[in-house]
Protein backbone atom coordinates (compact mmCIF):
# COMPACT_ATOMS: atom_id res chain seq x y z
CA UNK A 1 0.00 0.00 0.00
CA UNK A 2 1.78 3.32 -0.81
CA UNK A 3 2.47 5.82 1.86
CA UNK A 4 -0.42 8.18 0.68
CA UNK A 5 -3.18 6.38 1.23
CA UNK A 6 -5.10 8.41 3.85
CA UNK A 7 -6.09 6.56 7.21
CA UNK A 8 -9.10 6.13 6.37
CA UNK A 9 -9.21 4.74 3.09
CA UNK A 10 -7.31 2.19 5.16
CA UNK A 11 -9.74 1.42 7.05
CA UNK A 12 -11.43 1.23 4.49
CA UNK A 13 -9.96 -0.68 2.23
CA UNK A 14 -9.43 -3.59 5.12
CA UNK A 15 -12.78 -3.41 6.07
CA UNK A 16 -13.58 -4.25 2.48
CA UNK A 17 -10.90 -7.48 2.35
CA UNK A 18 -12.70 -8.96 5.56
CA UNK A 19 -10.15 -8.14 7.77
CA UNK A 20 -12.10 -8.39 11.54
CA UNK A 21 -8.67 -8.24 13.49
CA UNK A 22 -5.65 -5.88 13.40
CA UNK A 23 -2.03 -6.89 14.88
CA UNK A 24 0.32 -3.87 15.70
CA UNK A 25 3.50 -5.04 16.59
CA UNK A 26 7.14 -3.74 16.54
CA UNK A 27 10.37 -4.58 17.43
CA UNK A 28 12.18 -4.23 21.00
CA UNK A 29 15.63 -4.62 21.71
CA UNK A 30 15.88 -8.52 21.55
CA UNK A 31 14.60 -8.57 17.90
CA UNK A 32 11.23 -9.68 19.31
CA UNK A 33 7.69 -8.44 17.83
CA UNK A 34 5.47 -6.98 20.71
CA UNK A 35 2.51 -5.24 20.46
CA UNK A 36 -1.37 -6.06 20.56
CA UNK A 37 -4.35 -7.05 18.56
CA UNK A 38 -7.57 -4.96 17.90
CA UNK A 39 -11.02 -5.19 16.30
CA UNK A 40 -11.27 -3.32 12.89
CA UNK A 41 -13.71 -1.20 14.88
CA UNK A 42 -10.96 0.20 16.90
CA UNK A 43 -8.09 1.06 14.11
CA UNK A 44 -8.96 4.19 13.05
CA UNK A 45 -8.21 5.90 16.59
CA UNK A 46 -5.37 4.20 16.97
CA UNK A 47 -4.13 5.27 13.38
CA UNK A 48 -5.07 9.11 14.78
CA UNK A 49 -3.59 8.82 18.17
CA UNK A 50 -1.23 5.45 18.24
CA UNK A 51 -2.07 3.11 20.93
CA UNK A 52 -0.92 2.72 24.60
CA UNK A 53 1.39 0.15 25.75
CA UNK A 54 3.18 -0.60 28.74
CA UNK A 55 7.05 0.45 28.46
CA UNK A 56 8.42 -2.48 29.93
CA UNK A 57 9.55 -4.84 27.82
CA UNK A 58 12.41 -2.45 27.16
CA UNK A 59 13.80 -4.03 30.17
CA UNK A 60 12.33 -7.59 29.81
CA UNK A 61 14.81 -10.65 29.71
CA UNK A 62 14.68 -12.45 26.19
CA UNK A 63 12.77 -15.34 28.10
CA UNK A 64 10.92 -12.51 30.40
CA UNK A 65 12.57 -14.42 33.57
CA UNK A 66 13.59 -10.69 35.22
CA UNK A 67 13.84 -7.29 34.39
CA UNK A 68 16.86 -5.36 33.93
CA UNK A 69 17.27 -2.21 35.92
CA UNK A 70 17.89 1.06 33.68
CA UNK A 71 20.86 2.82 33.07
CA UNK A 72 21.07 5.39 36.04
CA UNK A 73 20.20 9.16 35.18
CA UNK A 74 18.98 8.07 31.73
CA UNK A 75 15.37 8.75 31.90
CA UNK A 76 14.70 10.95 29.26
CA UNK A 77 14.08 8.23 26.57
CA UNK A 78 10.83 7.30 28.88
CA UNK A 79 7.76 9.43 28.81
CA UNK A 80 7.98 10.84 32.47
CA UNK A 81 10.70 11.29 34.79
CA UNK A 82 9.35 8.69 36.75
CA UNK A 83 10.58 4.74 36.63
CA UNK A 84 7.09 3.46 36.81
CA UNK A 85 6.61 1.60 33.53
CA UNK A 86 4.63 3.96 31.85
CA UNK A 87 3.14 3.82 28.79
CA UNK A 88 4.56 4.93 24.85
CA UNK A 89 2.73 4.69 22.29
CA UNK A 90 3.11 2.07 18.84
CA UNK A 91 2.11 4.25 16.27
CA UNK A 92 1.54 2.12 12.78
CA UNK A 93 3.16 2.54 9.51
CA UNK A 94 0.69 3.05 6.84
CA UNK A 95 2.69 1.77 3.97
CA UNK A 96 3.73 -1.51 6.29
CA UNK A 97 0.11 -2.78 6.33
CA UNK A 98 -0.87 -6.14 4.79
CA UNK A 99 -2.67 -9.74 5.37
CA UNK A 100 -1.78 -12.48 7.62
CA UNK A 101 -2.69 -15.06 5.11
CA UNK A 102 -1.87 -18.54 7.80
CA UNK A 103 -4.76 -15.86 10.51
CA UNK A 104 -8.18 -15.96 8.88
CA UNK A 105 -9.56 -12.10 8.69
CA UNK A 106 -6.21 -10.73 9.97
CA UNK A 107 -3.47 -7.77 8.76
CA UNK A 108 -1.10 -6.30 10.57
CA UNK A 109 0.97 -3.15 10.76
CA UNK A 110 4.69 -2.87 11.40
CA UNK A 111 4.76 -0.45 14.11
CA UNK A 112 6.95 2.95 15.46
CA UNK A 113 7.45 3.48 19.12
CA UNK A 114 6.79 7.16 20.05
CA UNK A 115 6.80 8.75 23.34
CA UNK A 116 3.43 10.71 24.32
CA UNK A 117 2.34 14.15 23.96
CA UNK A 118 4.23 14.57 20.86
CA UNK A 119 7.87 13.84 22.05
CA UNK A 120 9.25 12.27 19.45
CA UNK A 121 10.64 8.55 18.54
CA UNK A 122 11.61 6.79 21.53
CA UNK A 123 15.56 6.89 21.08
CA UNK A 124 16.23 2.94 21.91
CA UNK A 125 13.56 1.62 19.66
CA UNK A 126 16.24 -0.09 17.08
CA UNK A 127 13.68 0.80 14.14
CA UNK A 128 14.30 4.22 15.05
CA UNK A 129 18.11 3.60 15.33
CA UNK A 130 18.68 2.27 11.71
CA UNK A 131 16.24 5.10 10.08
CA UNK A 132 18.46 7.38 11.48
CA UNK A 133 21.45 5.88 10.29
CA UNK A 134 19.66 5.67 7.12
CA UNK A 135 18.78 9.81 7.14
CA UNK A 136 22.61 9.78 7.69
CA UNK A 137 23.12 8.15 4.57
CA UNK A 138 21.25 10.12 2.36
CA UNK A 139 22.47 13.41 4.19
CA UNK A 140 25.67 12.18 2.24
CA UNK A 141 23.79 11.34 -1.04
CA UNK A 142 23.77 7.64 -0.79
CA UNK A 143 20.42 5.42 -0.42
CA UNK A 144 21.36 2.08 1.40
CA UNK A 145 20.17 -0.97 -0.22
CA UNK A 146 20.60 -4.35 1.72
CA UNK A 147 19.12 -7.73 1.98
CA UNK A 148 19.35 -10.55 4.91
CA UNK A 149 20.54 -14.09 4.36
CA UNK A 150 18.40 -16.04 7.37
CA UNK A 151 18.89 -19.35 8.18
CA UNK A 152 17.21 -21.45 11.47
CA UNK A 153 16.41 -25.00 12.38
CA UNK A 154 13.01 -26.83 12.46
CA UNK A 155 12.87 -29.07 15.23
CA UNK A 156 10.19 -31.58 16.72
CA UNK A 157 9.69 -29.67 19.38
CA UNK A 158 6.78 -28.40 21.23
CA UNK A 159 6.41 -24.46 20.91
CA UNK A 160 4.80 -22.70 23.65
CA UNK A 161 6.09 -25.01 26.38
CA UNK A 162 9.39 -24.98 28.94
CA UNK A 163 12.11 -26.45 26.96
CA UNK A 164 14.17 -28.36 29.43
CA UNK A 165 16.64 -30.91 27.19
CA UNK A 166 20.01 -31.34 26.92
CA UNK A 167 20.87 -29.75 23.48
CA UNK A 168 22.19 -33.19 22.48
CA UNK A 169 18.27 -34.40 23.05
CA UNK A 170 16.64 -31.88 20.65
CA UNK A 171 14.90 -33.73 17.58
CA UNK A 172 15.56 -31.81 14.33
CA UNK A 173 13.16 -32.13 11.36
CA UNK A 174 15.80 -34.32 9.71
CA UNK A 175 18.16 -36.57 11.17
CA UNK A 176 21.27 -35.67 8.82
CA UNK A 177 22.39 -32.82 6.92
CA UNK A 178 22.59 -32.08 3.19
CA UNK A 179 23.88 -28.97 2.13
CA UNK A 180 21.87 -27.87 -1.01
CA UNK A 181 20.79 -31.24 -1.18
CA UNK A 182 17.51 -31.25 -3.72
CA UNK A 183 16.48 -34.74 -2.21
CA UNK A 184 16.80 -33.62 1.28
CA UNK A 185 14.92 -30.13 0.24
CA UNK A 186 12.33 -32.49 -1.29
CA UNK A 187 11.98 -34.72 2.07
CA UNK A 188 11.56 -31.12 3.79
CA UNK A 189 9.15 -29.52 1.08
CA UNK A 190 5.96 -30.05 2.92
CA UNK A 191 6.92 -27.27 4.95
CA UNK A 192 9.28 -25.43 2.95
CA UNK A 193 6.49 -24.77 0.72
CA UNK A 194 4.07 -23.86 3.38
CA UNK A 195 6.73 -21.04 4.63
CA UNK A 196 7.69 -19.80 1.19
CA UNK A 197 4.16 -19.37 0.01
CA UNK A 198 2.41 -17.93 2.71
CA UNK A 199 5.47 -15.51 2.98
CA UNK A 200 5.16 -14.57 -0.75
CA UNK A 201 1.39 -13.59 -0.11
CA UNK A 202 2.77 -12.12 3.23
CA UNK A 203 4.50 -9.38 0.83
CA UNK A 204 7.60 -10.73 1.78
CA UNK A 205 10.48 -11.14 -1.42
CA UNK A 206 11.59 -14.68 -0.60
CA UNK A 207 14.05 -15.59 -3.50
CA UNK A 208 15.42 -18.82 -2.81
CA UNK A 209 15.42 -21.48 -0.37
CA UNK A 210 17.78 -24.49 0.68
CA UNK A 211 18.46 -26.97 3.32
CA UNK A 212 21.70 -25.65 4.80
CA UNK A 213 24.64 -27.72 6.75
CA UNK A 214 22.57 -28.94 9.87
CA UNK A 215 19.83 -31.29 10.31
CA UNK A 216 16.57 -29.79 9.39
CA UNK A 217 18.16 -26.31 9.16
CA UNK A 218 16.87 -24.31 6.62
CA UNK A 219 18.37 -20.95 4.35
CA UNK A 220 15.72 -18.41 2.85
CA UNK A 221 16.90 -15.08 1.38
CA UNK A 222 14.90 -12.58 0.95
CA UNK A 223 15.65 -10.28 -1.76
CA UNK A 224 17.64 -6.79 -1.40
CA UNK A 225 15.40 -3.26 -1.21
CA UNK A 226 15.95 -0.17 0.73
CA UNK A 227 17.40 -0.72 3.96
CA UNK A 228 14.60 -0.16 6.53
CA UNK A 229 12.11 -1.82 4.17
CA UNK A 230 14.68 -5.18 3.86
CA UNK A 231 14.76 -5.11 8.02
CA UNK A 232 11.04 -4.65 8.03
CA UNK A 233 11.11 -7.51 5.82
CA UNK A 234 13.93 -9.92 8.03
CA UNK A 235 11.62 -9.18 11.26
CA UNK A 236 8.70 -9.95 9.86
CA UNK A 237 10.23 -13.31 8.16
CA UNK A 238 11.46 -14.01 11.33
CA UNK A 239 8.02 -14.18 13.82
CA UNK A 240 6.75 -15.03 10.53
CA UNK A 241 8.10 -18.75 10.26
CA UNK A 242 7.83 -19.16 14.18
CA UNK A 243 4.30 -19.19 13.34
CA UNK A 244 4.01 -21.08 11.00
CA UNK A 245 6.13 -23.94 12.48
CA UNK A 246 3.83 -23.92 15.42
CA UNK A 247 0.89 -24.36 13.25
CA UNK A 248 2.85 -27.65 11.81
CA UNK A 249 3.72 -28.65 15.18
CA UNK A 250 7.29 -27.78 14.86
CA UNK A 251 9.81 -25.14 16.89
CA UNK A 252 11.89 -22.49 14.48
CA UNK A 253 15.03 -21.53 16.36
CA UNK A 254 17.12 -18.46 15.01
CA UNK A 255 19.32 -19.32 17.78
CA UNK A 256 22.83 -18.72 16.85
CA UNK A 257 23.84 -22.19 17.83
CA UNK A 258 21.83 -24.84 19.41
CA UNK A 259 23.93 -27.29 19.22
CA UNK A 260 27.66 -27.75 19.54
CA UNK A 261 27.76 -30.49 16.89
CA UNK A 262 25.13 -28.48 14.56
CA UNK A 263 26.30 -25.74 11.98
CA UNK A 264 25.35 -22.38 13.55
CA UNK A 265 22.58 -19.81 12.12
CA UNK A 266 23.75 -17.15 10.56
CA UNK A 267 22.20 -14.09 9.21
CA UNK A 268 24.93 -12.45 7.06
CA UNK A 269 23.80 -8.57 5.92
CA UNK A 270 24.55 -7.96 2.49
CA UNK A 271 25.24 -3.83 1.73
CA UNK A 272 25.06 -1.56 -1.08
CA UNK A 273 25.24 2.30 -1.70
CA UNK A 274 23.55 4.10 -4.52
CA UNK A 275 24.13 7.85 -5.45
CA UNK A 276 21.07 10.29 -5.65
CA UNK A 277 20.00 8.94 -9.24
CA UNK A 278 19.64 5.37 -8.39
CA UNK A 279 23.73 4.26 -9.75
CA UNK A 280 25.58 2.34 -7.72
CA UNK A 281 28.60 3.15 -6.62
CA UNK A 282 30.49 0.19 -5.44
CA UNK A 283 31.50 -0.74 -9.16
CA UNK A 284 34.11 1.07 -10.81
CA UNK A 285 35.31 -0.90 -14.14
CA UNK A 286 38.44 1.39 -14.19
CA UNK A 287 39.30 0.76 -10.63
CA UNK A 288 41.88 -1.90 -9.03
CA UNK A 289 39.93 -4.99 -8.71
CA UNK A 290 36.59 -2.90 -10.29
CA UNK A 291 35.84 -1.68 -6.52
CA UNK A 292 35.58 2.28 -6.52
CA UNK A 293 37.43 4.44 -3.67
CA UNK A 294 33.79 4.72 -2.02
CA UNK A 295 33.14 1.04 -1.61
CA UNK A 296 36.89 0.82 -0.38
CA UNK A 297 36.31 3.07 2.35
CA UNK A 298 32.81 2.10 3.17
CA UNK A 299 34.96 -1.31 3.67
CA UNK A 300 37.63 -0.07 6.00
CA UNK A 301 35.26 1.64 8.04
CA UNK A 302 33.19 -1.49 8.56
CA UNK A 303 36.64 -3.59 9.72
CA UNK A 304 37.69 -0.58 11.72
CA UNK A 305 34.45 -1.16 13.39
CA UNK A 306 33.76 -4.56 13.33
CA UNK A 307 35.03 -5.22 16.88
CA UNK A 308 33.53 -2.13 18.39
CA UNK A 309 30.15 -2.76 17.26
CA UNK A 310 30.39 -6.94 17.78
CA UNK A 311 27.45 -7.19 20.30
CA UNK A 312 24.98 -5.68 18.22
CA UNK A 313 25.85 -8.45 15.37
CA UNK A 314 26.56 -11.09 18.32
CA UNK A 315 23.32 -10.36 20.54
CA UNK A 316 23.38 -13.14 23.19
CA UNK A 317 26.30 -15.65 25.00
CA UNK A 318 25.21 -18.28 22.90
CA UNK A 319 26.43 -16.33 19.81
CA UNK A 320 29.87 -16.69 20.23
CA UNK A 321 29.67 -20.80 20.21
CA UNK A 322 29.17 -20.30 16.68
CA UNK A 323 33.08 -18.23 15.93
CA UNK A 324 34.69 -21.36 15.33
CA UNK A 325 37.24 -22.16 12.20
CA UNK A 326 35.52 -23.79 9.79
CA UNK A 327 32.12 -22.46 10.85
CA UNK A 328 31.57 -19.63 7.77
CA UNK A 329 31.04 -17.11 10.25
CA UNK A 330 33.30 -13.79 10.46
CA UNK A 331 36.00 -13.89 12.81
CA UNK A 332 37.92 -11.82 12.20
CA UNK A 333 38.48 -8.24 10.36
CA UNK A 334 39.46 -9.52 7.28
CA UNK A 335 38.01 -8.76 3.59
CA UNK A 336 38.98 -10.63 0.27
CA UNK A 337 36.99 -11.11 -2.82
CA UNK A 338 34.48 -13.49 -2.97
CA UNK A 339 36.14 -15.21 0.00
CA UNK A 340 34.03 -17.33 2.45
CA UNK A 341 36.79 -17.32 5.34
CA UNK A 342 36.79 -13.48 6.03
CA UNK A 343 34.97 -11.20 7.99
CA UNK A 344 33.51 -8.93 4.77
CA UNK A 345 33.23 -10.59 1.81
CA UNK A 346 33.20 -8.23 -1.40
CA UNK A 347 31.13 -9.43 -4.51
CA UNK A 348 31.93 -8.33 -7.70
CA UNK A 349 28.65 -8.73 -9.89
CA UNK A 350 28.48 -4.99 -11.50
CA UNK A 351 26.38 -1.62 -11.08
CA UNK A 352 23.82 -2.64 -8.74
CA UNK A 353 25.14 -6.08 -7.70
CA UNK A 354 28.83 -4.87 -6.59
CA UNK A 355 27.88 -5.16 -2.86
CA UNK A 356 30.00 -6.29 0.38
CA UNK A 357 28.37 -9.19 2.77
CA UNK A 358 28.91 -8.72 6.35
CA UNK A 359 29.43 -12.20 7.35
CA UNK A 360 29.96 -12.02 11.33
CA UNK A 361 26.05 -11.64 12.33
CA UNK A 362 24.49 -14.85 13.85
CA UNK A 363 20.35 -15.72 13.48
CA UNK A 364 19.94 -14.53 16.69
CA UNK A 365 20.80 -10.71 15.52
CA UNK A 366 18.14 -7.64 15.90
CA UNK A 367 17.72 -7.25 11.90
CA UNK A 368 17.42 -3.57 12.63
CA UNK A 369 20.91 -3.44 14.73
CA UNK A 370 22.97 -5.94 12.35
CA UNK A 371 21.88 -3.88 9.38
CA UNK A 372 22.56 -0.52 12.01
CA UNK A 373 26.32 -1.67 12.35
CA UNK A 374 27.14 -2.62 8.71
CA UNK A 375 25.92 0.73 7.15
CA UNK A 376 27.12 3.03 10.09
CA UNK A 377 30.16 1.00 9.96
CA UNK A 378 30.47 2.03 6.43
CA UNK A 379 29.75 5.09 6.44
CA UNK A 380 32.12 5.77 9.03
CA UNK A 381 34.72 4.52 7.08
CA UNK A 382 33.50 6.85 4.24
CA UNK A 383 33.78 10.28 6.36
CA UNK A 384 36.84 9.23 7.31
CA UNK A 385 38.19 7.57 4.49
CA UNK A 386 39.75 4.77 6.44
CA UNK A 387 41.54 2.58 4.30
CA UNK A 388 40.77 -1.08 3.90
CA UNK A 389 43.91 -2.68 3.64
CA UNK A 390 45.31 -5.15 1.66
CA UNK A 391 42.66 -8.22 0.12
CA UNK A 392 43.30 -11.32 2.06
CA UNK A 393 42.96 -14.08 -0.96
CA UNK A 394 43.87 -17.09 1.12
CA UNK A 395 41.83 -19.27 4.25
CA UNK A 396 41.85 -17.03 6.97
CA UNK A 397 40.58 -20.14 9.15
CA UNK A 398 44.27 -21.74 8.76
CA UNK A 399 46.03 -18.40 8.93
CA UNK A 400 48.14 -17.39 11.95
CA UNK A 401 45.25 -15.29 14.69
CA UNK A 402 48.55 -13.15 15.52
CA UNK A 403 48.79 -11.83 12.14
CA UNK A 404 45.47 -11.07 12.09
CA UNK A 405 42.49 -8.72 13.54
CA UNK A 406 40.62 -11.21 15.33
CA UNK A 407 36.83 -10.61 17.13
CA UNK A 408 35.48 -10.87 20.27
CA UNK A 409 35.07 -14.49 21.35
CA UNK A 410 32.76 -13.62 24.08
CA UNK A 411 29.79 -10.93 25.19
CA UNK A 412 31.26 -9.73 27.84
CA UNK A 413 34.67 -8.45 25.69
CA UNK A 414 32.05 -7.51 23.38
CA UNK A 415 30.05 -5.23 25.35
CA UNK A 416 32.73 -3.46 26.97
CA UNK A 417 34.45 -2.54 23.79
CA UNK A 418 30.66 -1.15 22.16
CA UNK A 419 30.24 0.91 26.12
CA UNK A 420 33.59 2.66 25.38
CA UNK A 421 32.66 2.90 21.59
CA UNK A 422 33.23 6.96 19.98
CA UNK A 423 31.90 5.40 17.18
CA UNK A 424 28.89 3.61 18.17
CA UNK A 425 27.82 6.87 20.30
CA UNK A 426 27.94 9.26 17.78
CA UNK A 427 25.88 6.81 14.80
CA UNK A 428 23.82 5.17 17.78
CA UNK A 429 23.41 7.47 20.36
CA UNK A 430 24.18 7.50 23.88
CA UNK A 431 20.59 6.28 25.21
CA UNK A 432 20.51 3.91 22.96
CA UNK A 433 24.34 2.40 23.66
CA UNK A 434 23.76 2.94 27.41
CA UNK A 435 20.82 0.44 27.00
CA UNK A 436 21.74 -1.93 24.93
CA UNK A 437 24.80 -2.00 26.96
CA UNK A 438 22.80 -2.59 30.64
CA UNK A 439 20.26 -5.46 28.52
CA UNK A 440 23.66 -7.67 27.36
CA UNK A 441 25.50 -7.23 30.95
CA UNK A 442 22.37 -8.47 32.03
CA UNK A 443 22.45 -11.65 30.44
CA UNK A 444 26.29 -11.94 31.00
CA UNK A 445 25.02 -12.26 34.51
CA UNK A 446 22.27 -14.62 34.00
CA UNK A 447 24.53 -16.75 31.91
CA UNK A 448 27.29 -16.41 34.75
CA UNK A 449 24.99 -17.99 37.66
CA UNK A 450 23.46 -20.81 35.85
CA UNK A 451 24.68 -24.41 36.67
CA UNK A 452 24.83 -26.43 33.29
CA UNK A 453 24.57 -29.59 32.01
CA UNK A 454 28.31 -29.28 31.03
CA UNK A 455 29.16 -28.94 34.40
CA UNK A 456 27.30 -31.67 35.47
CA UNK A 457 28.54 -33.90 33.51
CA UNK A 458 32.06 -33.20 34.18
CA UNK A 459 32.60 -32.40 37.79
CA UNK A 460 29.30 -34.45 39.65
CA UNK A 461 30.78 -37.46 40.33
CA UNK A 462 34.70 -36.66 39.53
CA UNK A 463 34.39 -34.06 42.78
Same mark, same amino acid.
Given at each position: ?30 ? #? ?25 ? /? ?7 ? /? ?12 ? *? ?13 ? /? ?7 ? !? ?17 ? =? ?79 ? /? ?13 ? *? ?36 ? *? ?5 ? =? ?38 ? #? ?98 ? !??? !? ?54
Amino acid at each position: MTSDVTPAEVVERLKSDGISTVILGGCDTHG #MMRGKRIPIDGLAAVLSHGLPICDVFW /VMHVDESDL /VVRPPDHTGYFPTE *TQGYPDIHAVPQLDS /VRTVPWHPE !TALFVCDWELPEGRGPVPI =SPREVLRRVVARARDMGYESMSALELEFYLLREKAGTPHHKRPDELVPLQGVPSTYGVVMGSLQEDIGSVIRTNMLSYGLP /VEACNPETGPGQFEI *TLRYGPSLTSADHAFLFKSGVKELAAQNDLLATFMAKP *TTAWAGN =SCHVHISLRDEKGRGVFYDPDAPEQLSTVMRHFAGGVLNT #MREFTALMAPTPNSYRRFVPYSWAGTTATWGIDNRSVGLRAIREGDHGTRLEHRQPGGDANPYLATAAALAGGLHGLVNEIDPGDLNPGDVYNQPAEELV !TLP !TDLTEAVDLLQHSAAAREWFGDDFVDHYVAMKRAEVKAQSIAVTDWEIARYLEAM
